[in-house]
């Protein structure tokens, strides 16, 4: 079974500051995608930013990167210039060319303080 | 403007009784999913559909029930069966292809009564 975990449950960051998100995957596939989703209190799932494994180059969204790290299987998002908007449940999440569909870690909440 | 329409937004269902949960898109896409969310978890796959007349179980279909006859629509039956049905639903679509993007409505919170 494919696994993704999320090892903080909440992180904590001051706006303008910048935070980083942690997420690990168990994989034995060679080609795969990495999506990381932000969820706010009206609970709609939005796509942050995507990465192809197959792609060495991290990916990058305005205030948002990755740091992509194949070999140890780690993906963490990197938010720059936080923002009261961007507090949130963050949501790491695969896909695999075997699969259809996406496995989800648990998440991590996002605070953000003035 | 093009998206994923879910309704309602809350849902009741007294014990013994079915529910459908609507899920409509209007991006044309071929792909759709119904995923599962509970307090604390990540959302767990229920059932997907890649193209019309065609589904397949996820992790948890077990209580669940879907169809697929029109390309827009992929509604979602909660039986009788399922005990534990208080979560919050979401439903995603995608175009066809092994790794495309899923896009998500809004969700359905669902209660028992």
């Known amino acids: 079974a494919q696994t993704v975990t999320q090892s903080q449950p909440e992180m904590s960051v001051q706006e303008a500051e910048t935070v980083t998100l942690s997420c690990t995957y168990d994989?034995?596939?060679?080609?795969?995608?990495l999506f990381w989703y932000k969820q706010p209190p009206s609970r709609q799932m939005i796509l942050v930013i995507r990465?192809?494994?197959?792609?060495?180059q991290n990916a990058t969204e305005n205030r948002f990167s990755v740091n992509f790290q194949k070999a140890a299987k780690s993906f963490s998002l990197k938010i720059s210039d936080s923002q009261l908007g961007d507090a949130a449940m963050y949501f790491c999440?695969?896909?695999?060319?075997?699969?259809?569909?996406?496995?989800f870690g648990k998440g991590t909440m996002l605070l953000v303080s003035p | 403007d093009g998206g994923i329409t879910q309704s309602p937004k809350y849902l009741f269902r007294k014990e013994g009784q079915n529910v459908t949960l609507s899920c409509e898109q209007n991006?044309?896409?071929?792909?759709m999913y119904w995923y599962r969310q509970d307090p604390g978890q990540g959302l767990r796959l229920i059932y997907y559909?890649?193209?019309?007349?065609?589904?397949q179980k996820g992790d948890i279909a077990e209580g669940y029930s879907v169809s697929r006859e029109k390309k827009e629509s992929f509604p979602l039956t909660v039986t009788s069966a399922q005990k534990n049905p208080t979560a919050f639903y979401l439903c995603?679509?995608?175009?066809?292809?092994?790794?495309?993007?899923?896009?998500f409505g809004p969700g359905t919170r669902l209660l028992v009564l």
């Open positions: 990465q192809e494994a197959y792609k060495q």
């Open positions: 999440a695969s896909l695999y060319s075997g699969y259809s569909t996406l496995t």
């Open positions: 559909s890649q193209i019309v007349n065609d589904f």
């Open positions: 995603a679509s995608s175009i066809y292809g092994q790794f495309e993007t899923q896009y």
């Open positions: 994989t034995s596939e060679s080609d795969y995608y």
């Open positions: 991006l044309n896409h071929d792909a």
